[in-house]
C-alpha cells in the first residue's frame, strides 16, 4: 500500500490555494473585433473607440479592431472570424449572436451603453424643406445603407415611409443627393457634420438643426467567442470610466480636433491682496 510521505501532505493545502487563486485569476486575452467605420472618421466619434479600449484594458484585456464593412463586419461575426462587432446598435436579430445588456433594447440611458448619439436629415441645399419633427413630411425615399438596422428604427416612427436600403456608407448616398437623386438622408448627426465640411457637399447639402431620434450603441461582443462573464467586467468599466479625468481628457482633445471644441473664457483677474500688517509687540 502506497503511503503518503509527511512532506508531501504538508504541500497539499498550499498547492490547493494555488490552484484556487489560479482559477479566480483573469485569463489575458486579446479580442479580434471588426469596426463600425463610421466611428473612424470623426474625432468624436474615435473618442468612443478609445472607452472600448480603456474599458478593455482595465478588464485585463486587449482590443485588435478592425474597420470594414458594416453588414460583412457582422455576418463575419456570426460565422466566428470576429470576436465582436462594435460599436453597434441593439435590435432583435443582433441580439441573438452578440451579447447586449439586458435594458438594450428598452432604455436608451443604460449605464453599460458606450454612446447615445443624434441622427439628423440631410437634403439638398436647394430645398426649402426644414425638417419640423414631423416625419411623414420629409422628402422621399430615405436613403440608407446597405446593412444597418437604421432602415428598421425609421420604420418604426411611422410604417408609410418609403426607405430605400442603398449603398454601403452614408457617404454614397450624400453623393446621390448631390446628383439631383430624389428623397433625403437620416444619418448619424456627428459623422454627418464631419463629412458635409467637404468641398463636394459644403455647399450642396444641409443637416437639419432638429433631431429626427436618438440611438444608443454598445460593445457589442461574440456569444460563440466571448463569456457572459468577461463582456460584463469590460461593461461594468464602461460608467466608471466617463466619471474620470481620463475620458474628460479624451474628449477635449477629441472636441480640439474636430472644431468643435468650446470657448474657453479668459480667467478672472485675481483679486488684489493687500500686504498682512505685522501684529505690533505687545506693551510689557
Same mark, same amino acid.
Given at each position: ?15 490547493? $490555494?494555488?490552484?484556487?487563486? $489560479? *482559477? ?9 473585433? $471588426?469596426?463600425?467605420? @463610421? ?33 460583412? $463586419? ?52 436647394? *430645398? ?22 437604421? !432602415? ?23 453623393? @446621390? ?66 466619471? *474620470? ?15 468643435? !471644441? ?6 478672472? *483677474? ?15
Amino acid at each position: 500500500m502506497f503511503l503518503m510521505s509527511n512532506r508531501f501532505k504538508l504541500l497539499l493545502p498550499a498547492l490547493a $490555494c494555488v490552484s484556487a487563486l $489560479c *482559477s479566480g485569476m483573469v485569463q489575458a486575452r486579446e479580442f479580434n473585433v $471588426c469596426l463600425n467605420p @463610421r466611428f473612424t472618421k470623426d474625432p468624436m466619434l474615435k473618442a468612443y473607440v478609445e472607452l472600448m479600449n480603456l474599458a478593455a484594458e482595465k478588464a485585463g484585456h486587449t482590443l485588435s479592431a478592425v474597420p470594414m464593412n458594416w453588414e460583412d $463586419c457582422q455576418e463575419m461575426v456570426k460565422q466566428g472570424q470576429f470576436d465582436g462587432a462594435m460599436p453597434a446598435i441593439w435590435n432583435d436579430k443582433r441580439a441573438e449572436f452578440l451579447h447586449m445588456p439586458a435594458d438594450a433594447g428598452t432604455n436608451l440611458d443604460t449605464p453599460f451603453a458606450l454612446a447615445k448619439l443624434d441622427y439628423a436629415l440631410i437634403t439638398p441645399v436647394g *430645398s426649402s424643406y426644414e425638417y419640423n419633427g414631423v416625419i411623414t413630411s420629409v422628402p422621399q425615399p430615405i436613403l440608407v445603407p446597405e446593412g444597418y438596422v437604421l !432602415a428598421k428604427e425609421i420604420a418604426k416612427l411611422d410604417p408609410s415611409l418609403k426607405i430605400t436600403s442603398i449603398g454601403a456608407d452614408d457617404y454614397d448616398n450624400f453623393v @446621390r443627393l448631390t446628383r439631383g437623386e430624389p428623397g433625403s438622408v437620416i444619418a448619424l448627426k456627428q459623422y454627418a457634420k464631419k463629412v458635409l465640411k467637404k468641398p463636394q457637399f459644403r455647399k450642396t447639402l444641409k443637416l437639419s438643426k432638429k433631431t429626427v431620434f436618438a440611438k444608443t450603441f454598445f460593445m457589442a461582443f461574440s456569444k460563440k467567442s466571448v463569456s457572459a462573464d468577461e463582456v460584463m467586467k469590460m461593461w461594468k468599466n464602461i460608467p466608471v470610466i466617463k466619471k *474620470s479625468p481620463a475620458w474628460e481628457k479624451i474628449q477635449a482633445r477629441a472636441a480640439s480636433a474636430s472644431g468643435s !471644441a468650446p470657448a474657453v473664457k479668459p480667467a478672472p *483677474s485675481p483679486v488684489p491682496v493687500a500686504p498682512q500688517q505685522p501684529t505690533p509687540p505687545a506693551a510689557t
